[in-house]
């Protein structure tokens, strides 16, 4: 339609280096695709290794400079840029669909997410607080403070491709680090969107760049083995996260990893069915199940899971699938090929192991790569998809009989991101809130998402956490000045 040819045509499709948009080397590019068609929408410039080292020189050299501008300064950029996002919200919502397929309504919700890290951490830059401590002894002064790391790499995955940026560029920002970030190629738009959002707001040129590239580790790994760059966060798979880190071993950058996740979704037979099955829907459902905090493995008591099954079920199979600029679409497309290649044979992997479908399962033929909302029962602990990320709209149903024999389940996998309890037993809830080996537990709800809260996984799903008051601290280093008091 016009509306989509005026958002994509409106967006800088160059590299953002030292606050000037420049074509990469030779002028090459490749192609972003619409998931609901498979055809392409645009092309961006492809950075070569030589463009993403002088993206990082630029970062290098605004470093200095601005990490002396005021913390106010810089809670006025982020404010002033939270504002512009919610003001375009129109736009970059559709912007943001047509690149990741997500329904209109999720999009949106997707741009307040983003900018309300902008606000977040507008009010952290300033709060940045430090110490006054005396010597046991006596006889010394210790004066403690808080310094940005330094220049910033930051990678960003394509299922929430504005704000995942912002989670990052946020506190980066609020610490005065520099950095250059590398969305996912498969989403580039939002955040070059998103780059003159911040040049508007105010963002000094190179405190900010934006590189775009289909071969990421080819323009990554040389500059994070180039030691310029202090500090890399990262958010993408667990595979990819390793890499990283080992990369990240030779000049001992800091690292920030929110990695993959198989999160555990317990329904108890006390717990409110209805609350249950929304909160289900929630946590299946968002993003089309495309998110490192989607129900992956759905338990619920032996007791309940009929009547559970049938309930939820009849939510998803309600659900409308289609592009997600349609009105009423609940469902969009997922991303790729091969992202609809995985959940095909994980479900047939599933129902071969003897699960049934109790809904869904089938994909229509067409263009895009929908997969319908489906529901499983009787899926068994070795399935495939027990320990893999569905990354899909399927929701697995296995039953249990006693509290320690799910905890025990739930904790059976190299992920530790998330966790979801149902019960209305006070005692139970916390018991096995403290003993899910995860960063975070929704109780009774299906949604832990917020930037004012520590998100962030343990054991294989991550280091660190983003968002709430700890998030600005991955981009600070903690100075102690000592001063002889004698
Ligand atoms: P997903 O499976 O969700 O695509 P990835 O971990 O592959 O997750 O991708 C997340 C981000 O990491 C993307 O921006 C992608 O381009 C980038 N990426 C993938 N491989 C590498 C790599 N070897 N080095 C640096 N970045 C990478």
């Not at 990283?244 to 929110?258: F, G, I, M, N």
């Not at 025990?408 to 005692?427: K, P, S």
Request: aromatic letters at 6%; proline letters at 6%.
């Amino acid at each position: 339609t016009a509306a989509e040819k005026k958002v994509i045509a409106a967006v800088e499709k160059r590299l953002y280096v030292d606050g000037r948009w420049v074509d990469a080397a030779g002028g090459r590019t490749f192609d972003v695709l619409d998931p609901s068609t498979g055809e392409t929408l645009c092309s961006v410039a492809d950075a070569s290794p030589e463009d993403g080292r002088a993206a990082l020189d630029a970062a290098v050299a605004a470093q200095p400079a601005f990490a002396k501008t005021s913390p106010r300064e810089r809670a006025d950029m982020l404010t002033k840029a939270y504002e512009l996002l919610l003001e375009r919200i129109d736009d970059l919502a559709l912007l943001m669909t047509l690149e990741m397929g997500k329904p209109l309504a999720e999009a949106r919700g997707e741009i307040t997410y983003a900018a309300e890290f902008f606000r977040h951490f507008a009010a952290e830059a300033v709060r940045i607080d430090g110490g006054y401590q005396t010597a046991p002894a006596g006889n010394a002064r210790f004066l403690i403070t808080r310094q940005p790391v330094g220049p910033c790499l930051l990678i960003t995955p394509w299922n929430f491709p504005m704000a995942m940026g912002t989670r990052k560029l946020g506190p980066a920002i609020a610490a005065g680090c520099t950095s250059v970030i590398k969305p996912a190629h498969q989403t580039p738009l939002s955040m070059l969107a998103l780059m003159d959002i911040l040049a508007e707001a105010g963002v000094p040129a190179g405190a900010v760049n934006c590189v775009t590239a289909m071969d990421a580790g080819g323009v990554m790994e040389p500059l994070i083995r180039s030691g310029l760059a202090r500090k890399l966060s990262f958010t993408g798979s667990t595979r990819v996260g390793r890499i990283l880190l080992e990369q990240c071993a030779e000049k001992v950058l800091r690292t920030s990893l929110e990695l993959g996740g198989n999160a555990p979704f317990i329904v108890f037979e006390d717990a409110d069915l209805d609350e249950a099955v929304a909160g289900a829907i929630a946590a299946k459902m968002r993003n089309m199940g495309e998110a490192c905090t989607a129900a992956n493995r759905m338990f619920v008591h032996s007791s309940v899971i009929d009547e559970f099954g049938r309930r939820l079920a009849a939510k998803m199979s309600a659900l409308t699938v289609g592009r997600g600029t349609e009105p009423g679409v609940n469902v969009g497309p997922l991303i790729d090929e091969a992202g609809l290649e995985k959940v095909r044979s994980l479900v047939a992997d599933a129902v071969g192991r003897g699960a049934t479908v109790l809904t869904g399962g089938e994909v229509a033929s067409g263009n895009g790569y929908f997969y319908p909302p489906t529901v499983l029962s009787g899926v068994p602990r070795d399935a495939a998809m027990a320990d893999q990320e569905i990354f899909g709209p399927v929701a697995p149903l296995t039953p249990f009989d006693t509290e320690d024999e799910v905890v025990a389940a739930a904790n059976d996998t190299e992920y530790g991101l998330v966790a979801y309890v149902f019960t209305n037993d006070l005692r139970r809830a916390l018991r096995v809130a403290e003993s899910i080996e995860t960063g975070m537990v929704g109780l009774n709800q299906g949604i832990v998402s917020n930037p004012a809260a520590p998100f962030g996984g343990v054991k294989q799903s991550g280091l660190g956490r983003e968002g709430g008051t700890v998030g600005i601290d991955e981009f600070l280093e903690t100075k102690y000045i000592g001063i002889a008091m004698p």
